[in-house]
């Protein structure tokens, strides 16, 4: 099975900070990686999939890039609300797995 | 709008069965896929199963394979997780999450989760 990583798996920022994310799949999974956000007590929410496209109503300063076995996800300047866990997720075939996760907390 | 409501989570003990439910509204539940993904207290999201739109194509994760079995009711457009022998390392929050019945769609919409307890 493919195994995805993520780095870092903590990272402590400021607001207005740019913030970058990696996912890597240990096999090739063209574009098919989706980006979740997660506050605490929360349910996972769709930010991007199809490694690039932003969700309709997610903020514009959250972008997704790569394509492969190499992704990121960066907030181009960091909000108060953006303070959460970030995981990444393939789609391409079963299982559907997620990375293990990236812990955004405040400096 | 969009909803997908879990219910019958709980305490058991260890070897026991629990069914969840996954009630969902607000689309044409017939087009999507359901599935389960849990979250052990302070770890990361693991998928657990799916059942298709046809209701008969269904994949579960190794860690549940013949120990969890997932179905869904159209005409009360509910999906149900019956998971048998548990054991302590099933404790998560389990949540249902719709998708496109074909890849590479993402889990668009999420329930809120209901916790599952497995302890004596």
């Known amino acids: 099975d493919i195994q995805l990583t993520q780095s870092p798996s903590f990272l402590s920022a400021s607001v207005g900070d740019r913030v970058t994310i990696t996912c890597r799949a240990s096999q090739v999974i063209s574009s098919h990686l989706a980006w979740y956000q997660q506050k605490p007590g929360k349910a996972p929410k769709l930010l991007i999939y199809a490694a690039s496209t932003l969700q309709s109503g997610v903020p514009s300063r959250f972008s997704g890039s790569g394509s492969g076995t190499e992704f990121t996800l960066t907030i181009s300047s960091l909000q108060p609300e953006d303070f959460a866990a970030y995981y990444c997720?393939?789609?391409?075939?079963?299982?559907?797995?997620f990375g293990p996760g990236t812990k955004v907390d405040i400096k | 709008q969009v909803q997908l409501v879990e219910s019958g989570g709980g305490v058991v003990q260890p070897g026991k069965s629990l069914t969840l439910s996954c009630a969902a509204s607000?689309?044409?539940?017939?087009?999507?896929?359901i599935h389960w993904v849990r979250q052990a207290p302070g770890k990361g999201l693991e998928w657990v199963a799916v059942v298709w739109s046809d209701g008969s194509t269904k994949y579960y994760a190794d860690s549940v394979q013949g120990r969890f079995t997932v179905s869904r009711d159209d005409s009360k457009n509910t999906i149900y997780l019956e998971m048998d022998s548990l054991r302590v390392e099933d404790t998560a929050v389990y949540y249902c999450?719709?998708?496109?019945?074909?890849?590479?769609?993402?889990?668009?919409?999420w329930g809120q989760g209901t916790l599952v307890t497995v302890s004596s």
């Open positions: 607000g689309f044409t539940f017939t087009n999507y896929g």
């Open positions: 999450a719709r998708r496109v019945t074909s890849a590479p769609h993402p889990f668009d919409y």
């Open positions: 997720q393939k789609l391409d075939n079963y299982p559907p797995i």
